[in-house]
């Protein structure tokens, strides 16, 4: 039923939960996972470049580099995963590599975010349920 699988994360609790359901989906179908990390540096635009923000956009790429390697790590099965690392909004990036390696299925975890704060910033979760051309499971 599925070939490619693409599985955002973020190192949080959810996307771990996500990663473990996205590995048994993979193991039971005989899917590829296509594992992203985006790296969000919106807050940096406009600032001078220099050596404080370069070196911040090292950390910020490392960590991604770091989230993706842990979910190497929770792969027992030896199931083929890829990796993609991107910069810029987490759910239009998301959307653009599920388009790109025509995924068949997103698997990703709930943001946690409640209150002001989903209504302020949005949720990446409902913007990638709410525009993906393909299915979504959200874990939560």
Do not use: W
């Amino acid at each position: 039923m599925y070939k490619k699988i693409l599985v955002p994360t973020d190192g949080s609790e959810f996307a771990k939960k996500a990663q473990k359901h996205a590995l048994f989906l993979a193991g039971v179908t005989g899917a590829e996972i296509i594992a992203v990390s985006v790296t969000e540096n919106n807050f940096v635009n406009g600032l001078p470049l220099d050596d404080e923000v370069y070196q911040l956009n090292q950390v910020l790429n490392e960590r991604s580099q770091e989230n993706l390697e842990e979910f190497d790590k929770l792969n027992a099965d030896n199931i083929k995963i890829s990796h993609v690392i991107k910069e810029g909004s987490p759910a239009r990036c998301i959307l653009e590599v599920a388009a790109d390696e025509d995924v068949d299925l997103i698997v990703m975890g709930s943001s946690g975010k409640s209150g002001f704060d989903r209504f302020i910033m949005g949720s990446v979760a409902d913007k990638v349920v709410n525009s993906a051309k393909c299915a979504v499971l959200v874990i939560h």
